[in-house]
Structures are given as C-alpha cells and as structure tokens.
C-alpha cells in the first residue's frame, strides 16, 4: 500500500461508518422556475433542495424572488468581470504585469452575487483574489487594470500592486495569508460601536482557514456578538494542496464552534445571491457572527506563476467549466425563462470586451507612478507630519 493510501485509510475508515448525510448540490443551473415569468414584475424561483447545508441554524428559504433586470446585471457583471481577469491574464503573460498575480475566473458567481445582495453601508473585506470585488465595490477596471500595470490611474496610484487594492467601502485586498479576518472582526466591532444595522464580510479561502488568527476572530466575534460574516470561498485548493489534505475537517461552516453556519453552492449566483442575503439579514439583525461557507471552483492555478494542473488534471478542470460553470449557468436561466435572446447575451457580451478593452487601453496611457510619490499615501490624509525623513538622515521630504 502507498504512503498515501495508508494516510487516507483512516479517514475513508471513518467516512464507512458516519451517518448518511445529503452532499451540497453544486450544479450552475439547477434552480426551477415556479411559477410564470412577468418581464415587469418579480417572479419566484426554487433552488434545488441540497443547495445549501446549515449548521446550528436553520437554512435560507429555497424560493427566491428575481427579476429580469435583476439576472440580465448578474450575467452583464459576471461576463464583465471574467473579461477583465482574462485581459490581465493577458497582460502578465505579455510580461506587462509583473510579480503576483491572483485571477478568479470560475469564482464570478461569489462575487456578483454577493454585492448583490448587500448594500453599499455594508462591508467587505478579503485576501489577493480581490480584483471583481474592488469593481464591484466602487472602483472601476480601468483602476484595477492600471494598479497591476503599476500605473498612476491605478486604484492605489500604482504603487500596492494586485494584494493592496482599496475603496471606501472595500477594505483590501490583503496579501498575508489570513490577516484579513481579524480585520474585518474590527471593522464589525465598528458597525456595533456605532450602532449601524450593517454587516461587514470577511473573506478568506479554505488554505488560509487553518490559520490561528482565523479563529482568534471567531472567538471574538462571538464573545462580542459582532455583525461579522466569516466567508471561506472553499475553491478546493490552498495553493496547489487538496482541502482534504490540508484539514481534518473540510466542512468549513461548521468550525465556528458555537458561531452557527450555511454552506452554498457557490457556482449558482442564485444561490449565492440568497445565501448572502439569509447572512446579512442574520447579522444585521443582532444574532452575532455567521460563518457562510460558499463551494466554487478556480479555472486557473493559485497565481499566474502557478499552471495549476500539477496537483489536479487537466480532465477536472475542463469537466468543470464545461458542466459547472457559474456564466453558463446564469445564461441557460435567462434564455430558458424567456428573458432575454441569444443575439442580446452576445450583445452584452460583446459590450463587456468592449469596456475591457477601453479600460486596458487607458490603464497602459496612464504613466508610471513619479519617483515623489514614494513619499506620499502613507499616512491618513490631514494627519500627515510637514516632512518626512527618506534613506539618508540628511534627505528630507516635504509634503
């Protein structure tokens, strides 16, 4: 028997003799339509029954209501952002971007489906897979395409690169592998402080769920009753390591202790969509911290240097996009419900490129960051000192 085999053996041992219980349903478009579509009007949906799992709490409704105008924004914003991540992956194998570089092709459906499910007083915060977030959080492409260039019209003027990408409603962006979720615990005791029903999404992936600071926040969270949503966007992989080999316990919504949880299937925007809004509902309103588990997938390797199919095969990947892809999924909706044709879906996708294109084109027209700008950003602005002290005791800068 291999190494390997002899290590999973145990767990395969323990798997024979646990209670049967129902798999998370992670199809892109399994949700029915319930009843007749009114273009003007709301309808109702039912998402399929395993699409999600709970624990310690009950589980969000699966009838949801949707719009036309609602799911045609969904799919223009996935389209959009996929078409922008594409173009930077472009962009770095042109060797126009350099140093890391983190895409989230196949995770659209986390991201659209989030924002729209929260409003704008609500916050987020994540880890360098952040780039359709920062759009969707009041930066633009044209921004987050000129910071990865390193250029003055970048989001953070060029100078934080793809790990360090802010706007006032979205708080990075954080490139140390977990440090964020203590953060976003902070920026939940704020909303509290300040007595606001908003609830702040701290973001992390199933490779940084181990870390102890993840749950020092959990802790806290709970023994604050914080409006905090831990979100672990479980991709499978932490880097190039399989989830069931790096945790014990994979089932990430359940290891809050005594914080309740909601695993989604996060290849369904539908679901994401609902999920996030049953989390919102539940923090804002006073019941403490949530830990919201949302199952996807990532077409690409962990980073561009990664090729992403040394530690799976090529078959996965590609069984992936072709029978769960979350754009797909929201595509075969629209055009099964009636909502829209084939030749307005190419339309907007066509626009997508379009806007992706102009925004990639005035990124690389924006010049590079002046070698002054070393010395400014880096305090709060209105608490900066007059001068500032540079490499040598006798270079002095002034604001």
Partial sequence: MSVLARLRAPSLRRAAFAPFTRALQTSADSTQLQESVDHEKPFTVRLHEDSFRSYQCESPSLDVEV???????????????????????????????RGFCHLAIGQEAVSVGLESAITPED????????????????????G???????????????????????TPRF???????????????????????????????????DGASNQGQVFEAFNMAKLWNLPCVF?????????????????????????????????????????????VKYAKEWAAEGNGPLLLEFVTYRYGGHSMSDPGTTYRTREEIQRMRSTQDPIRGIQHYIEQWGLASQDELKQLDKDAKAEVDKAVEEAKASPEPFVKDLWTDIYYKGTEPSSMRGRERDEVHHY
Wanted: hydrophobic share 40%; with cysteine.
């Fill in 67 to 97: 719009t036309k105008d609602g799911l045609l924004d969904m799919y223009k914003k996935m389209t959009t952002m996929r078409r922008m991540e594409m173009a930077a992956d472009a962009l770095y194998k042109a060797k126009l971007i």
């Fill in 123 to 142: 916050l987020v915060i994540t880890a360098y897979r952040c780039h359709p977030f920062a759009v969707l959080r009041g930066g633009t492409i044209a």
């Fill in 144 to 166: 987050v395409i000129g910071e990865l260039l390193g250029r003055q019209n970048g989001m953070s003027h060029g100078k934080g690169g793809s790990m360090h990408i802010f």
């Fill in 171 to 205: 708080f990075g962006g954080n490139g140390i592998v977990g440090a964020q979720v203590p953060v976003g615990a902070g920026l939940a005791f704020a909303q509290k402080y300040m007595e606001k029903r908003t609830a702040t999404f701290a973001m992390y992936g």
């Fill in 231 to 275: 979100v672990c966007e479980n991709n499978k992989y932490g880097m190039g390591t399989s989830a069931e080999r790096s945790s014990s316990n994979t089932e990430y919504f359940t290891r809050g202790d005594k914080i309740p949880g909601i695993q989604a299937n996060g290849m369904d925007i539908i679901a994401v969509h609902q999920a």
